[in-house]
């Protein structure tokens, strides 16, 4: 079975540019999630989908990041304009929907503002 | 507000000791529990979870206990061996339809040769 795949693995842009991010979930898995990874910190959930609804997005700073899963499949994740503070590893994830069952996460990309 | 608690950033042991790693949660909302392990420049991989009716989950190495009241739940792992040394991250789903994932910020396990 096919794991989450992400990409890109790794990215260097300067602040105030735009960045995308995508993701292809395990198939057939309803539940997709975006977290935000700092150095140091655990997962923070940004964005949670269940197929193309957004289920929670308290967490997304709305002002520059968006997400969205068209054809409740694959995610795009953006952020425009970057700031400093948005390095991080950015992951995604992915469940059967409607369940207690563990998420699979994908590698993760390592975004880098200078 | 850290609504799953690893208070512990790192834990040493050695090689063929038990690891003990501790989680706290807040919301009791919580109903389904998680164990996940991550290597350097990996993403987070399942490790073992316990749903909010058992108290002891077990697989392998592996051993998850669960106290509801005390809002506590702790990964032990018997016995330690080099490859456990990991970030160790507990997580928690909030059911009832919404199925948010919340994670601890980890535990670093190093496991002495």
């Known amino acids: ?114 | 507000d850290q609504q799953v608690k690893q208070n512990s950033p790192s834990l040493s042991v050695q090689e063929g000791r038990i690891s003990i790693l501790n989680c706290d949660y807040t919301n009791s909302m919580f109903d389904y529990f998680l164990w996940y392990k991550k290597y350097p420049a990996e993403g987070p991989t399942f490790l073992i979870s316990i749903s909010s009716i058992k108290d002891k989950n077990e697989d392998g190495r592996f051993t998850v206990f669960l106290n509801k009241s005390a809002k506590h739940l702790s990964l032990h792992i018997v016995p330690s061996q080099p490859g456990d040394s990991a970030v160790y991250f507990c997580a928690a789903i909030r059911g009832a339809g919404s199925y948010q994932l919340t994670f601890g910020k980890g535990t670093k396990l190093s496991v002495i040769p």
């Open chain 1, 1 to 114: 079975e096919a794991g989450v795949a992400q990409s890109p693995r790794y990215k260097i842009i300067e602040k105030r540019q735009s960045v995308a991010f995508w993701c292809n979930p395990i198939s057939g898995h309803a539940t997709l999630y975006w977290y935000q990874q700092i150095l140091g910190q655990g997962p923070k959930l940004l964005i949670q989908f269940q197929n193309n609804g957004v289920v929670d997005d308290s967490q997304l700073p709305k002002d520059r990041f968006s997400a969205e899963r068209l054809k409740g499949v694959d995610s795009t994740l953006k952020i425009q304009p970057a700031k400093l503070e948005d390095s991080a590893v950015y992951l995604c994830a992915s469940k059967p929907g409607q369940m207690n069952t563990e998420a699979f996460f994908g590698q993760g990309t390592r975004l880098t503002v200078v």
